[in-house]
């Protein structure tokens, strides 16, 4: 059971999408799990094939429990058995080991059962001394065909997501030393640019404004790469790949912040698909795990709203966020004259552990350049 | 097209964005992204909804002009004709 948020304790299995047999690669789907916040579309981190699956549907387990078996390619069928229960956090109270029962199962049996994925622990043996048989496997898996699948009714998940918001927000009062520092910035070049750049586009191929933003960030932790990174055990660990978590709020209440890979390799056309992708699939709820999990800094964007300027809380274990305000037409001073531009308020909240405010100034300052240079974005 | 065929339209694409939103409540005079909590994103999807819709393409710089659900109407009832 994979660990689909620092606070995650548990997961519920909603579906495999692959069976025993299957060739994965990584970053293939192989099923969905439910936590509090939401349904999760769990990647594999490993090529391979699908050997067994353990968990069923509808199953809760622990984060770290076993929950499939992927073998690598030519690797033996039967090295990689785990056991379940080894994994489950040792009980304050002793409560009584299930004494294993050893099945009896014919080898004919046991192979079907593995090429069609019955667990042999639920069928039932008709052979000499109730042994399960090829035919008992066949008509497990038969039955199995024809019960309806049990899927776990969708849960409310507006509680579960306050409780995950309030948990992670308050480890980061808590732990996080927080410096902010705020810069105004003039966008009168993005916004001619992006002006230009939509008249030759349809309705369907825009680009938001916000897509700028997200990009010059990416580019800006290029120059300042500590701010790129986690804090993890008194030490600065520092992110080479630029994921960006993007505050996305939920219309029901609540919201998530669901990771855009690679936001410093993908070009604006790019990266305003990766975002409608990723609005779209947060706001139907089927994120997958590697965004809910790898996210390297966050950027929230509250310009949609009247706010002008936002302090954000960084998320644990990451190091910066960087919140965007409203984009207002402002007087603005430069070489003497007074004329009136566009401006965005950009905020850094930094972590005073891993950073200090002169690193942090460095970045607000390399944002500025890479939006005055919008073609370059 | 015809105003409530136009108004059918808007409704279709704005139920798509804001599916619990009660839209016989929402005044022709009223903001629209306020009333129906919509952001930019939003309002892009209820542009390509109109577009899907209406095959029409409403350019940047008109976006002013439609704040509220009065205004896309007549807006889109003068593109139409």
Do not use: C
């Amino acid at each position: 059971m994979p660990s689909l948020g620092a606070d995650m304790q548990e997961g519920t299995l909603i579906e495999w999408s692959v069976k025993p047999g299957d060739r994965v690669k990584r970053g293939d789907i192989i099923g969905v799990v439910r936590t509090e916040k939401a349904d999760i579309e769990v990647e594999v981190y490993h090529d391979g094939v699908v050997d067994q699956l353990l968990a069923k549907a509808g199953e809760t387990l622990p984060v770290g429990a076993v929950i499939a078996v992927i073998k690598e390619e030519g690797e033996a069928a039967a090295a990689a058995v785990p056991v379940r229960e080894a994994i489950q956090p040792t009980p304050s109270v002793p409560v009584p080991i299930p004494t294993a029962v050893r099945l009896r199962v014919s080898p004919l049996a046991r192979r079907v059962a593995q090429e069609l994925g019955i667990d042999l622990a639920h069928v039932q043996g008709t052979g000499p001394q109730a042994e399960i048989t090829k035919d008992d496997v066949e008509r497990a898996s038969e039955a199995l065909k024809k019960a309806p699948i049990q899927k776990p009714a969708a849960p409310d998940f507006r509680k579960g997501m306050r409780r995950a918001i309030a948990a992670a927000m308050a480890r980061s009062n808590r732990e996080i030393p927080h410096y902010y520092l705020e810069t105004k910035i003039d966008l009168q070049r993005v916004l001619k640019f992006l002006e230009a750049e939509n008249q030759k586009r349809s309705v369907k191929d825009r680009l938001l404004s916000v897509v700028l933003l997200i990009k010059a960030v990416a580019l800006s932790l290029h120059d300042v790469p500590e701010l790129n990174a986690y804090w993890i055990d008194d030490q600065l660990q520092p992110k080479e790949r630029v994921h960006i978590g993007f505050a996305i709020s939920l219309r029901q209440g609540g919201l998530v912040v669901p990771a855009i890979l690679d936001v410093d390799r993908k070009n604006l056309d790019e990266l305003m698909q990766a975002l409608r992708d990723l609005i779209t699939r947060a706001r139907s709820g089927r994120l997958r795990s590697s965004e809910i999990t790898d996210a390297t800094v966050t950027i929230t964007n509250l310009g949609d709203l009247g706010v002008e300027t936002v302090h954000g809380v960084i998320y644990p274990p990451q190091v910066a966020l960087v919140g965007f305000g409203r984009i207002i037409e402002s007087p603005w001073a430069e070489n003497g004259m007074l004329g009136i531009r566009p401006v965005v308020t950009a905020t850094l909240a930094g972590d005073h552990r891993a950073t200090d405010g002169h690193r942090g100034a460095q970045f607000l300052t390399a944002l500025n350049q890479h939006l005055q240079e919008p073609e370059k974005l | 097209m015809n105003e409530p065929e136009i108004r059918r339209a808007v409704t279709k694409a704005l139920r798509k964005i804001a599916p619990e939103a009660n839209l016989d409540q929402v005044g022709s005079d009223e903001n629209l992204r306020e009333a129906l909590d919509i952001d930019s994103f939003d309002f892009l999807n209820l542009l390509i909804g109109l577009h899907e819709e209406l095959q029409i393409e409403i350019p940047e710089s008109d976006y002013t002009k439609l704040s509220t659900l009065g205004e896309l109407v007549s807006y889109l009832a003068g593109r139409l004709k």
